[in-house]
């Protein structure tokens, strides 16, 4: 629980607060813009819910803080939010909120399918999100970007059988169980409509994975830069090798897609031509940096 000891002072007056516990993970700011925003370091609330539609997006915010950072003044009726996770993105694609402080608030994604649903990174395993999760329709394969978003897997695993999937160089001790751990840097075909990409670079074993030509879920490889007005990569937060990384992005340019779903950020659409140009401007940028 978010303590009002511990509350920021840049927050505005009013019944929602962030706290100094804040890791500035940017979910929040994800799931609620007009009312949290970036002190730079953490985030604070800029302005106070107005109306029913900020409201429930506060409190999916608050649902979804990994560190519990974020408090109200007045109790909440959070049956709506409850209700609401994961929320819909575009089309069957959806984003599942309760965001994991063991994979730093990184968002996952649920892709619901009549040939099964798909996970895309652990999520926090939480027993409201469980059960709306299964009243989707469960996860038949949980498709893991990279090392440092697995999360509850194991829980997930457990609760609803399904497949995991993790390149084997990001394997490690507590996922070695992992079911499905492929290698190499060819591309990988799961079922008719997805492919996993292997993209070496943030770690050794990332990957993304591509969804009907249309949705390419990033994980740590790829975002969007508001500042730049362009795709970009996390540069200072390159574990493995950055040049590794350029390779992976020129790679991509392969492909075609109109949505990137990135791990940390927000999504961004855009015409496959535009995206395309993107992420063109991204490899250039990278090589300079
Ligand atoms: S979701 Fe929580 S930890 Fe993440 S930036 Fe917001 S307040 Fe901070």
Avoid at 116 to 136: E, Q, T, W, Y
Avoid at 155 to 175: A, I, P, Y
Wanted: aromatic letters at 8%; a negative charge.
């Amino acid at each position: 629980m978010a303590s009002l000891a511990l509350r920021l002072t840049e927050n505005v007056p009013g019944d929602f607060f962030v706290d100094s516990t804040c890791i500035d993970c940017d979910a929040c700011r994800i799931f609620a813009p007009k009312t949290f925003s970036d002190t730079g370091d953490q985030s604070w609330v800029y302005h106070q819910p107005e109306n029913e539609g900020e409201l429930l997006a506060a409190q999916k915010a608050l649902i979804s803080c990994p560190t519990a950072s974020i408090g109200s003044v007045a109790r909440l009726d959070m049956r709506q939010a409850l209700d609401d996770l994961p929320e819909l993105v575009d089309d069957d694609v959806f984003r599942c909120g309760y965001a994991s402080e063991s994979s730093f608030g990184a968002i996952s994604y649920l892709i619901q399918r009549t040939d099964g649903n798909v996970l895309i990174d652990s999520p926090r395993f939480s027993g409201p999100l469980v059960k709306n999760i299964d009243a989707m329709g469960g996860v038949s394969r949980l498709l893991l970007t990279h090392q440092d978003d697995v999360a509850d897997h194991a829980k997930f695993h457990d609760r609803f059988g399904c497949e995991r999937v993790l390149h084997q160089d990001d394997v490690h001790q507590r996922t070695a169980a992992i079911e499905l751990q492929p290698s190499g840097i060819e591309p990988i075909t799961l079922g008719n409509d997805i492919v996993m990409i292997p993209t070496p670079g943030h770690t050794k074993g990332h990957a993304v994975f591509l969804y009907r030509d249309r949705y390419l879920f990033t994980g740590d490889h790829l975002a969007w830069s508001e500042r730049r007005g362009h795709l970009h990569a996390f540069r200072s937060a390159c574990w493995y090798s950055w040049s590794e990384q350029i390779r992976s992005m020129e790679r991509l340019l392969d492909y075609r897609f109109e949505w990137v779903l990135p791990g940390h950020g927000r999504p961004v659409h855009l015409d496959p031509a535009a995206m395309r140009a993107s992420l063109e401007r991204c490899v250039v940028w990278m090589k300079g940096n």
